[in-house]
């Protein structure tokens, strides 16, 4: 079989995209060497369209992104993990119009009248939710961002887009969506509770991490992992949630800064062996359950920037260690 080249595939384009291509490849390069374009060939017989994938290695892994060309005319393509999806809705507005609008599109899930992504007329299982200028939003679990008749006005766009994807480019394990997700989850997570707690006041200095966890390492991971910023408090050992850390955004900038739990309801959720369990799906299921309910999040203030949709609390019993998740509600 014939190999091709990056100079194949640029000499297809009209010459408004080989400017974009040109550009997007040379920031790619400049910073991430380490992906460079592979898998490319023709996909008809004719070579009016073709595809071009930038990945460390040919067919293997995740790609950064694939480009197309169809009779001279580039096309981008993104595929978005969790992750990727939360950090992009929070960063919209960072650009254009045209993007943002058509990646929108195909990131905001209306399963409920019919599927953009993956066609069909029933709930997804696996539909996301995320807390994004206090409002609830529902998004596609993998959604798939086609860009059409790409020019040298969207580089901006594409290269912002590759410096957030290549930091999300891989999932954690435990976020693997399967067959037996909903089970999974509902055996994990159990019954959604509402509970009323009342306002109570934080010591955020003081606790002994090992009456809340077995070993510090895997809580330390694990609040990495899922951007979690420690609280303290004399019953336990919270981790405040922010608006950008459920899905990966970096949250050291979100500094906890209040020294109270309002007064609220909650929707919580208990789980046993908390590291083994993500912290995305414990969130997923409880929203579900607001959402089905009819329920509204009460974005209660936990710091000086933005309202917090929920925080967490990781604590022992009789020697097995847990997390409740509260999501504050009206």
Excluded at 14 to 36: C, F, M, R, V, W
Excluded at 75 to 99: A, D, K, P, Y
Excluded at 108 to 119: A, D, F, L, Q, W
Excluded at 290 to 304: H, P, R
Aim: aromatic share 14%; hydrophobic share 35%; glycine share 4%.
């Amino acid at each position: 079989m014939k190999e091709y080249s990056y100079c194949d595939f640029i000499n297809t384009l009209d010459k408004s995209g080989q400017i974009a291509l040109t550009a997007i490849n040379e920031h790619i390069y400049a910073h991430y060497p380490i992906y460079i374009p592979l898998d490319i060939k023709p996909t008809d017989k004719l070579g009016n369209e073709w595809k071009m994938d930038y990945r460390k290695k040919p067919k293997v892994g995740k790609a950064i992104c694939s480009v197309y060309s169809n009779e001279g005319i580039l096309s981008v393509r993104f595929c978005f993990l969790t992750s990727m999806t939360h950090e992009f809705l929070l960063r919209q507005n960072e650009f254009s119009n045209r993007f943002q609008k058509n990646a929108l599109k195909q990131i905001i899930c209306v399963v409920n009248n019919s599927c953009r992504n993956y066609g069909g007329n029933s709930i997804c299982q696996y539909r996301q939710y995320f807390w994004v200028n206090n409002r609830l939003i529902m998004a596609c679990p993998y959604p798939w961002i086609h860009y059409t008749d790409c020019g040298e006005n969207d580089i901006f766009d594409m290269n912002l887009l590759v410096d957030m994807q290549i930091r999300h480019l891989l999932q954690d394990s435990k976020d693997i969506k399967g067959a037996s997700y909903s089970v999974e989850n509902m055996k994990r997570c159990g019954k959604v509770q509402s509970i009323t707690l009342d306002k109570f006041s934080l010591d955020i200095d003081i606790f002994q991490i090992s009456d809340h966890v077995k070993k510090q390492e895997r809580l330390n991971k694990y609040a990495k992992l899922y951007n979690l910023v420690p609280m303290g408090e004399k019953d336990g050992l919270w981790f405040y949630v922010s608006n950008n850390s459920i899905c990966g955004i970096n949250s050291e900038k979100y500094e906890y800064s209040y020294n109270e739990i309002p007064r609220s309801r909650y929707a919580m959720v208990i789980i046993e062996d908390p590291f083994t369990f993500s912290i995305n799906r414990v969130w997923n299921y409880i929203c579900k359950w607001i959402y089905d309910g009819k329920e509204n999040i009460n974005g209660i203030i936990l710091n000086n920037n933005e309202s917090t949709a929920c925080f967490t609390r990781f604590y022992m019993e009789n020697g097995k260690e847990f997390m409740s998740l509260y999501i504050p509600i009206r």
